[in-house]
């Protein structure tokens, strides 16, 4: 047996990385949408004025309470429900 007899090759690795996740219901994937629209809006086109400025303009934070994005850390111990997670992704992939 060599490694290739046990390791994934690229297009099975690929397919296994798009298993359907089933921790997220309906309500996660309308969370993620809301967020993904609001991110290009009202954060990216700010964005290199406040990477030159070293600071987020406290309107983006208001807007952000509007959207209902601030408080989803889990303060009182019972989860978040995923939404930090959908946020961090969301981040990480620019809002796409």
Excluded: C
């Amino acid at each position: 047996m060599n490694a290739t007899d046990v390791m994934p090759q690229h297009g099975e690795r690929a397919r296994k990385a798009d298993v359907h996740r089933t921790i997220f219901q309906s309500e996660h994937e309308i969370f993620r949408d809301s967020f993904n629209t609001f991110l290009p809006r009202q954060a990216l086109p700010h964005w290199e004025r406040w990477e030159f400025a070293g600071l987020i303009d406290r309107s983006y934070y208001e807007a952000v309470g509007r959207g209902g994005f601030l408080g989803m850390a889990d303060p009182d111990g019972l989860g978040d429900g995923g939404m930090e997670e959908i946020i961090g992704r969301s981040l990480a992939k620019g809002g796409s």
